[in-house]
């Protein structure tokens, strides 16, 4: 009978669990350097690990959100964050008694040179800022129309890279912010998405499927290093306790839900009086308000209690009626944004 074969057993590093080690690579952060050739997997002392400093940052952020400014140190130092922009935007809508206007626009729906158009022409228009979905092939909260228009758009070929490229090639005058699913962020890697996020020119993002968990502290992390704003969602369903963690650690706007359920046009205005009071009495944030706004009348009403409408599937289904009835969708989109831009000053001001 042979003797079995007696096989070194590999040591673990100490502090460190397999499923750490996977997902700082998911991510995109740094791994450990050795101090020396003779101890490989010694850690590196110079710094505490990027993976410490996340899981601290919820922490620190809620027992010292009175003493965070507006605008940190750390992004006195750029011209023009995304943050500072976004927050100019408001300002400006502020000044002339309205709400600021945000449309949502699909990357590369009808094709990636119309979006390329559409953001050099809403801000003309009368856009104050602009949401930009990236296509993603399961949007978890879009009603059919955007839906779709994500499904086109990957027909099309388009990747969130040439999402992403579009925003560059524009250069738009007004702020943008990229909706983008966090399985994508999570494919890419957190680091390495945020770097390409800000090479494009983007001024923030919004990941509405990013839960109280890993990715939203290293979004976070990644993105105030960056000079990006990351704007979470506050559902009618969130819980207080959350509300508040998002409220103390907004950078920039909150993203407050109208109502329940996926996006897609409405008849009714929306009924936000109150959600937005209770949210201001944690933190005077910036709040915009979307999922269902739809006309001029529901810009205005949002325009009395909240600082900015959003208007995607309106916008979204005006451009696929137009385009189908032969007119050129630019001009379509820019003569809607217009007339919600003049008809959304607030009664009195």
């Not at 997902?23 to 505490?48: D, E, F, I, N, Y």
């Not at 524009?170 to 990229?178: H, N, Y």
């Amino acid at each position: 009978m042979s003797c079995p074969v007696m096989r070194p057993t590999r040591r673990r590093h100490r502090g460190r669990s397999r499923i750490d080690t996977v997902r700082r690579r998911r991510v995109g952060l740094p791994r450990s350097r050795p101090l020396s050739p003779t101890k490989p997997r010694a850690r590196w002392r110079g710094t505490p690990s990027v993976r410490s400093r996340l899981s601290a940052l919820p922490r620190l952020r809620t027992m010292c959100a009175d003493r965070i400014p507006s605008n940190p140190p750390h992004m006195q130092h750029h011209a023009s964050t995304g943050p500072q922009r976004i927050e100019q935007a408001f300002q400006r809508a502020v000044a002339e008694g309205r709400p600021a206007l945000m449309p949502f626009l699909t990357a590369g729906d009808p094709d990636p040179a119309t979006t390329v158009s559409l953001l050099r022409a809403l801000p003309i228009a009368g856009a104050d800022i602009i949401e930009l979905g990236v296509p993603f092939s399961d949007p978890i909260a879009d009603g059919p129309v955007i839906a779709e228009s994500m499904h086109r758009a990957l027909l099309r070929g388009v990747t969130p890279e040439s999402a992403l490229a579009c925003v560059g090639e524009a250069r738009s005058s007004a702020p943008v912010l990229a909706m983008v699913s966090v399985s994508i962020v999570e494919r890419v890697g957190v680091h390495p998405f945020i770097a390409m996020a800000r090479a494009a020119g983007l001024d923030g993002l919004i990941v509405p499927d990013a839960g109280p968990d890993f990715w939203t502290d290293a979004l976070l992390y990644e993105a105030d290093a960056a000079g990006l704003a990351i704007v979470e969602l506050i559902a009618p369903t969130t819980p207080i306790d959350r509300v508040r963690r998002i409220v103390l650690r907004a950078r920039s706007f909150v993203y407050l839900l109208a109502r329940a359920g996926i996006t897609g046009e409405q008849r009714d205005a929306p009924d936000i009086a109150r959600r937005v009071e209770a949210i201001r009495a944690i933190a005077p944030v910036r709040i915009a308000v979307g999922f269902g706004i739809s006309n001029a009348d529901h810009v205005r009403a949002v325009g009395a209690h909240a600082d900015g409408a959003i208007v995607g599937s309106a916008l979204v289904r005006r451009l696929v009626d137009g385009q189908a009835a032969g007119e050129d969708p630019v001009r379509v989109a820019a003569d809607f944004v217009a007339a919600l831009r003049g008809a959304g000053r607030v009664k009195g001001q």
